[in-house]
Nanobody, 125 residues
Framework: VQLQASGGGLVQPGGSLRLSCAAS?????????IGWFRQAPGKEREFVAA???????FAADSVKGRFTISRDNAKNMGYLEMNNLKPEDTAKYYC???????????????????WGQGTEVTVSS
């Protein structure tokens, strides 16, 4: 499966963006978890949020209450709604997908088999 992330851009602090992750080639498939990770310049890739096939969601403490992850299985799409953006949210955002990821491993990038190319998010005034 190929993943395509889009929706990034330049936004002022306090603003909002909606990232999309489109899957092609094959469907996400049952039990597939969709995750969003980000990597800022000079920093390691970090977990942002994830959603299981069941709809169960997970989010990093740094984005809880501001970011919302969702998915549309019929359209093979994943989304990350980002509100009240802060300069520290500036990073390249990657969507990823993987099957059979147990709950305790959701925040780990190692469990995700498929990765998109990333979309840049810059939060600056």
């Amino acid at each position: 499966v190929q993943l395509q992330a889009s929706g990034g851009g330049l936004v002022q602090p306090g603003g909002s963006l909606r990232l999309s992750c489109a899957a092609s080639g094959r469907t996400f498939g049952p039990y597939a978890t969709i995750g969003w990770f980000r990597q800022a310049p000079g920093k390691e890739r970090e977990f942002v949020a994830a959603i299981k096939w069941s709809g169960a969601t997970f989010a990093a403490d740094s984005v809880k209450g501001r970011f919302t992850i969702s998915r549309d299985n019929a359209k093979n799409m994943g989304y990350l709604e980002m509100n009240n953006l802060k300069p520290e949210d500036t990073a390249k955002y990657y969507c990823a997908a993987g099957s059979g990821i147990i709950t305790s491993s959701v925040p780990s990038a190692r469990g995700y088999n498929y990765w998109g190319q990333g979309t840049e998010v810059t939060v600056s005034s």
